[in-house]
């Protein structure tokens, strides 16, 4: 009996990658105006664009218009499938929140445009995350189909994720790159392909997804079809989109193997595990502006009773800063160009951020923006500095802490007193550090007259306070009667109620914990090796690691209280790679950095910052920190999750063919914990725990030099993962820097995850005092994390997610909470959160509270 195999037309399309998104979009044009003929003609049924909207928006905005009016016309007919993805984006370099706000737009949109496909359709992501079965369900999405980082012998299985949520999902074990009809023996390749796949399938329908990477479509497709149907009777084949391919499945769930969690094996397809650390500044980057986005921008707006809400313009901030998740884009495995042009676009990303925070400001009456209404109605002038300014909580939790900022004062001196003091509004002073001044200027241009450059001092402060959920707090910064002591101190330790860390005689950094009396040898190292590898997978080329030396030690104190000790750090390595690539050249340089840890009253965190300069390429470089024990696995959140992976050691043994090492390098949001240590960071997004006779290491990438997008010399990868391009400045040479904290006080996950949210979300220093009313909402589960805080046409809407494995009930101090599915969808007023899930709640419009 005939087995039915339904043949999907598709096209895998990147903005971006071996060509630019220009010369990508020009192609796209080219490719698109054979789709429609097709179409046209009776040959073509349906063509699957991708499942990414974003590539159908850039044909509608730079086609012709009669191509464009064809194209909407078949989008309308559901012949042109789109959605439900924006982009194709990268699961573990883009947040949580960003994969959320990727879906909303990619359905919104292609609903606009006539239809959206209802399959979560994942064809090349390196790897998957364990909450997509969830994320796919609360939008209605029921199903999956993916291929790389699954590792099953059945083609069709049950997604399990970490919630409990399951969707179908298709395994293409062949990969989505099939295009059989394209080839000159199509017949014996068509018959090939399904002997392969047919051994897998425990259903009697088959898939062919035929296309590829920016492809053409085959010309005179339904005529081959018909001649392969009348040729041979193993096989019927007929055109269908995925959605009617897995409705003909007439699968029970029940009857398959499941698989359950985060999706990263490599066992049948690579997952090209190093692009967690290819070019460092863009993961930086990126999570500095999703972080501006969710943790500014969002809560400030929805707080501030702007009288046109910017909604437009922060969904196309959105939708700009979505399109840098292309997993091509994110990743680094582009040429240079790409990603040349994505750092201008993350500072036009900068600039509107900047932009709707100025109207928020504007609008709380924090700020002004015109001279005459400074001098006629008595509202801060336009050149003020933060004289006048407030402490923002932007998340819904309360806070009570360290936080650490900058203040800008006007000054004519030459040199800055060291003699402020922060006062609240009922004449409290906040406990408050100078950590550092530094000369400052300031440029600003009234909408009413001249622009003008003020002068003064930037202080950065260690400010101790407590503010609600969504608070505003006052501030006035004024001369302090006692001057604050900033002193350089000769001594090579500082210490505080938690630590003492210190040089030791071997000129390594030691810590002695105050309150178990232990002592760490070799707490912090920063070491390099050298990289034969690409921009998709690390490369071994021998055992030694080059270790920088401790070469100047300065310590700091403010009134006795905080401290800080300042390494100046060099690192005599080889300058790159021999020319056959297979030891050190004979040139060596000498890379250099600086390392200031900061020690506060009462915390138990160590706040490092680490400045470099990188001169040498062709290598790994790491910051290890010694765990003191052996550990069996790690923990890290992903996206909505917390995660336990076993440890897995580093494979340096030659692979072949298809096969790739052993995925020994984990992913981070934000935050790691192993043996003791807890380790927070923003844009360190690869980690590794190192093995050792005595005790291990956990090692954090913290740049990779390498200057091919790929190659097939690898010892880690058999084959080539892109084309063979050079990349030049994906060596990273130059400046870098680095934030991160330590904790080693054994923290619970609830403890490190809250500490790490405030260390990417923290108390905002904002420039004014507001003269209107805002809304104080508080959430009183610190076991709940929340994701994001946004002004909705409803309310206020709040996301949160339970990374516990016990139900939560969620507690706030408001009244008229509804809940609402991710899609948007009302589904009432629970408020119990259950193990691993993610939960929505919108909070209606109330009086607001006395700021």
């Known amino acids: 009996?005939?087995?039915?195999?339904?043949?999907?037309?598709?096209?895998?399309?990147?903005?971006?990658?071996?060509?630019?998104?220009?010369?990508?979009?020009?192609?796209?044009?080219?490719?698109?105006?054979?789709?429609?003929?097709?179409?046209?003609?009776?040959?073509?049924?349906?063509?699957?664009?991708?499942?990414?909207?974003?590539?159908?928006?850039?044909?509608?905005?730079?086609?012709?218009?009669?191509?464009?009016?064809?194209?909407?016309?078949?989008?309308?007919?559901?012949?042109?499938?789109?959605?439900?993805?924006?982009?194709?984006?990268?699961?573990?370099?883009?947040?949580?929140?960003?994969?959320?706000?990727?879906?909303?737009?990619?359905?919104?949109?292609?609903?606009?445009?006539?239809?959206?496909?209802?399959?979560?359709?994942?064809?090349?992501?390196?790897?998957?995350?364990?909450?997509?079965?969830?994320?796919?369900?609360?939008?209605?999405?029921?199903?999956?189909?993916g291929w790389r980082g699954i590792n099953q012998s059945d083609s069709e299985l049950v997604w399990r994720g970490a919630d409990g949520s399951e969707v179908l999902l298709v395994y293409l074990t062949q990969g989505y790159y099939q295009h059989p009809f394209n080839t000159d023996k199509w017949q014996e390749n068509l018959t090939q392909y399904f002997q392969k796949i047919e051994a897998s399938a425990t259903a009697k329908q088959l898939l062919l997804t035929q296309g590829g990477d920016h492809l053409l479509t085959i010309e005179n497709l339904q005529q081959r079809i018909d001649q392969y149907n009348q040729e041979q009777s193993d096989y019927q084949l007929s055109q269908a989109t995925l959605a009617q391919y897995i409705k003909a499945l007439n699968i029970n769930n029940a009857d398959l193997a499941q698989v359950t969690g985060e999706l990263r094996a490599n066992q049948q397809a690579f997952v090209l595990p190093d692009v967690l650390s290819t070019r460092q500044y863009l993961k930086q980057a990126n999570q500095q502006l999703e972080d501006s986005l969710t943790g500014c921008i969002e809560p400030l707006l929805a707080i501030a009773k702007v009288a046109k809400y910017p909604e437009h313009y922060l969904q196309k901030t959105w939708q700009l800063l979505i399109e840098q998740h292309a997993h091509d884009s994110i990743c680094g495995c582009s040429i240079d160009a790409v990603h040349k042009e994505m750092q201008i676009r993350f500072q036009q990303l900068e600039q509107r951020c900047d932009a709707m925070q100025q109207q928020a400001l504007l609008a709380l009456g924090m700020v002004n923006n015109r001279m005459s209404f400074a001098r006629d109605l008595a509202k801060p002038s336009p050149f003020a500095d933060d004289s006048y300014c407030s402490l923002f909580n932007p998340t819904v939790k309360p806070f009570k802490g360290w936080m650490m900022t900058d203040v800008f004062l006007v000054s004519d001196e030459a040199s800055a007193p060291l003699d402020i003091q922060l006062l609240c509004a009922d004449n409290k002073l906040l406990p408050c550090h100078i950590l550092q001044v530094t000369a400052a200027e300031e440029f600003h241009s009234p909408l009413d007259d001249f622009p003008e450059r003020i002068n003064g001092f930037s202080y950065r402060l260690a400010i101790h306070c407590e503010l609600a959920g969504l608070a505003l707090l006052k501030v006035t910064v004024k001369k302090a009667e006692k001057l604050q002591s900033l002193l350089s101190l000769s001594s090579q330790s500082i210490e505080n109620d938690y630590y003492h860390i210190l040089i030791d005689d071997n000129n390594g950094l030691t810590l002695i914990d105050k309150k178990s009396g232990q002592q760490y040898t070799e707490l912090l190292t920063i070491a390099s090796e050298l990289d034969g590898g690409d921009s998709y997978n690390y490369s071994a080329v021998e055992a030694r690691r080059y270790s920088a030396k401790i070469t100047k030690v300065t310590s700091t104190t403010t009134n006795n209280v905080a401290q800080q000790l300042c390494l100046t750090l060099v690192l005599q390595q080889p300058q790159k790679l021999s020319a056959d690539r297979k030891q050190p050249s004979n040139e060596t340089v000498v890379s250099n950095g600086t390392l200031h840890i900061t020690l506060l009253p009462g915390s138990s965190l160590i706040d490092c910052q680490l400045n470099w300069h990188n001169l040498a390429q062709d290598q790994r470089l790491r910051l290890y920190i010694s765990l003191f024990e052996k550990v069996a696995a790690s923990y890290a959140d992903s996206a909505f999750d917390w995660i336990e992976r076993e440890k897995v050691l580093a494979d340096t043994e030659q692979v072949t063919g298809m096969q790739e090492s052993a995925v020994s390098v984990n992913p981070s949001q934000s935050v790691i914990q192993a043996g003791k240590v807890t380790f927070i960071h923003r844009g360190l997004q690869e980690f590794e725990l190192i093995d050792s006779a005595e005790q291990d290491s956990l090692a954090v990438t913290l740049l990779r030099s390498v200057g091919w997008l790929s190659r097939r010399d690898l010892r880690s990868r058999g084959l080539g993962a892109g084309p063979d391009l050079a990349t030049p400045d994906a060596q990273c040479l130059g400046e870098s820097s680095y934030q991160f904290a330590l904790d080693l006080q054994l923290s619970s996950a609830v403890t490190a995850l809250n500490q790490a949210q405030s260390f990417r979300k923290p108390v905002t220093l904002l420039r004014g005092h507001a003269s209107q009313k805002t809304a104080q909402i508080t959430l009183h589960n610190p076991e709940l994390k929340v994701s994001s805080t946004r002004r909705v046409k409803t309310g206020i809407e709040i996301r949160v997610w339970n990374p516990t494995s016990t139900a939560i009930t969620a507690e706030f101090s408001a009244q008229y909470i509804s809940r609402v599915k991710l899609s948007g969808d009302v589904i009432g007023d629970n408020l119990q959160v259950k193990p691993k899930q993610i939960a929505t709640f919108v909070i209606a419009e109330q009086e607001a509270t006395d700021v």
């Open 1 to 145: 009996m005939s087995k039915q195999a339904s043949v999907v037309v598709q096209t895998h399309w990147d903005r971006e990658w071996y060509f630019s998104h220009q010369t990508f979009l020009a192609r796209l044009l080219l490719v698109m105006e054979q789709v429609v003929e097709q179409l046209d003609a009776g040959q073509l049924e349906y063509f699957l664009f991708d499942g990414q909207v974003s590539a159908i928006d850039d044909l509608y905005q730079h086609g012709e218009p009669e191509l464009v009016e064809r194209v909407q016309h078949y989008v309308q007919l559901d012949k042109i499938i789109i959605g439900p993805w924006y982009i194709m984006a990268d699961e573990f370099l883009a947040s949580g929140e960003s994969l959320i706000r990727n879906l909303q737009l990619g359905i919104n949109r292609a609903k606009q445009l006539g239809n959206c496909q209802r399959v979560g359709y994942l064809p090349d992501t390196f790897g998957h995350i364990s909450q997509m079965p969830q994320l796919l369900q609360e939008f209605g999405i029921d199903n999956a189909v």
